[in-house]
């Protein structure tokens, strides 16, 4: 996502005065694992148009996609085995997918339905007829109708000033957060600009408006906070905590490193890894009929082990055309990943739930072909795990296959195939007694 600066927002900490642990709505996201990201804006119709280029944008009359199902992009989404979707209702162009009242570039001054149409109305509708939970995207940081540049900041010419902007970003999220019932996931692309710098004061919006959101870069003070891994190409670096002592503000464009979090950090603030599924022309977020490739099934499912699988979110980004539907080739990619993840999933040889324990043997019948395990904590209770190893029995004798620090919500490893009797799972060192949500050992 055209992200054009790099903030991180220290915390205090000291000495921890109790066990950090996750709120509810931290459990039910990781929980979530797999969401998706929709964007949609006048660049697909001008793709030669630069955002910072002042007083250059489009007309909103440019904006009309005859097609328009957000029926079909929500199916799309669900066939890829996602369980959230966010929307892009505004990003760096200023053009707004909604009737907002703060200014007129926005899709009420488009040909589509007459000018009477609301995008944000038919993905949140969309998303409740067919189970999937709703996401917000509306960049603070960044408005190239208003003259806004990263991240935040009014520029010399612009038709308001700063105070004027902070309102309109204050109106247009009230009405983001007011006029379309829960959301699951707010997203905040390149952080908001703090209070002490000019910015506008968020924290209290969201406390009123939606306290139960996840919320993605937003402003330090807010609840639920949860963080970006540093690149975006579904990679998480490993070990990777769900605490740490920093939130993230961070540019897209620039990999970081470090960003790990800490696994006695200050703050519960997991890790989001968002990526698009397809690469090239506006770092493939935006659809372009030429000059983008689709990833490979492999792709993505290499990136599901990189994100979800070292215990992040992973966020795909999926494109919307200029008929307002996800393209053809782009559904069948997500139903083909969609089947992928199923079989490397969902048929465990063995399993065990719901153990406080050290160590946990799972002995399988007649010997078995494994070259796949999959467990978790239950982080309700936070990360207690410090170091495990697994082992396999091989040749009468206990061999370590696979070993690694955090876990986390989910934590998976593969290996070259094995024929063994038994496995087990060893808690080498924790923080107070490991709570073990699920072992699952697989062939796949």
């Known amino acids: 996502m055209l992200l054009t600066h790099l903030l991180l927002l220290g915390l205090l900490c000291g000495a921890q005065q109790k066990e950090v642990v996750p709120s509810t709505a931290h459990v039910a996201w990781a929980e979530a694992e797999i969401g998706v990201i929709f964007h949609f804006d006048v660049v697909n119709y001008v793709p030669e148009?630069?955002?910072?280029?002042?007083?250059?944008?489009?007309?909103?009359?440019?904006?009309?996609?005859?097609?328009?199902?957000?029926?079909?992009?929500?199916?799309?989404?669900?066939?890829?085995?996602?369980?959230?979707?966010?929307?892009?209702?505004?990003?760096?162009?200023?053009?707004?997918?909604?009737?907002?009242e703060a200014h007129e570039y926005n899709i009420s001054n488009s040909p589509w339905k007459g000018g009477k149409g609301d995008i944000v109305k038919d993905f949140i509708q969309s998303c409740q007829k067919y189970g999937i939970k709703p996401g917000i995207y509306a960049s603070a940081s960044a408005n190239g109708y208003l003259h806004v540049d990263n991240p935040g900041k009014v520029q010399p010419g612009a038709p308001l000033n700063q105070q004027e902007y902070n309102e309109v970003v204050k109106t247009q999220l009230s009405e983001l957060w007011s006029n379309y019932g829960k959301l699951f996931e707010i997203w905040f692309d390149g952080g908001?600009?703090?209070?002490?710098?000019?910015?506008?004061?968020?924290?209290?919006?969201?406390?009123?408006?939606?306290?139960?959101?996840?919320?993605?870069?937003?402003?330090?003070?807010?609840?639920?906070?949860?963080?970006?891994?540093?690149?975006?190409?579904?990679?998480?670096?490993?070990?990777?905590?769900?605490?740490?002592?920093?939130?993230?503000?961070?540019?897209?464009?620039?990999?970081?490193?470090?960003?790990?979090?800490?696994?006695?950090?200050?703050?519960?603030?997991?890790?989001?890894?968002?990526?698009?599924?397809?690469?090239?022309?506006?770092?493939?977020w935006f659809w372009k009929e030429k000059g983008q490739n689709l990833l490979t099934v492999d792709q993505l499912v290499d990136s599901y082990y990189t994100s979800v699988g070292r215990n992040s979110n992973m966020l795909l980004g999926i494109v919307v055309d200029t008929s307002g539907r996800v393209p053809q080739e782009d559904v069948r990619r997500l139903e083909e990943f969609g089947q992928a993840l199923t079989a490397i999933t969902s048929h465990p040889l063995a399993s065990v739930v719901n153990k406080a324990e050290r160590q946990i043997t799972l002995n399988l019948k007649n010997s078995q072909e494994i070259n796949q395990v999959i467990f978790g904590e239950m982080i309700n209770q936070g990360e207690r795990i410090r170091k495990y190893s697994i082992e396999a029995w091989i040749d009468n004798h206990w061999i370590e296959i696979a070993a690694g620090e955090s876990v986390g919500n989910k934590r998976i490893h593969k290996f070259k195939k094995i024929k063994i009797p038994k496995i087990r799972f060893n808690v080498i060192e924790s923080k107070g007694i490991p709570q073990i949500k699920s072992f699952s050992v697989y062939n796949i």
């Open 49 to 100: 148009y630069k955002w910072q280029q002042w007083g250059s944008h489009p007309p909103a009359s440019v904006f009309n996609p005859s097609k328009l199902n957000t029926d079909q992009w929500i199916l799309a989404a669900k066939a890829a085995g996602a369980k959230y979707a966010v929307l892009v209702a505004k990003h760096c162009s200023g053009f707004s997918l909604w009737p907002t």
């Open 192 to 284: 908001v600009l703090p209070i002490k710098d000019g910015g506008p004061d968020i924290a209290p919006l969201l406390k009123k408006l939606q306290p139960d959101a996840v919320v993605f870069q937003g402003p330090s003070n807010a609840k639920n906070l949860i963080r970006w891994i540093g690149n975006e190409e579904g990679r998480t670096p490993y070990p990777n905590w769900s605490r740490s002592d920093f939130a993230t503000s961070a540019t897209g464009t620039i990999v970081i490193n470090g960003l790990n979090g800490n696994p006695d950090g200050a703050i519960w603030c997991p890790g989001e890894a968002d990526f698009p599924m397809r690469t090239g022309w506006q770092g493939g």
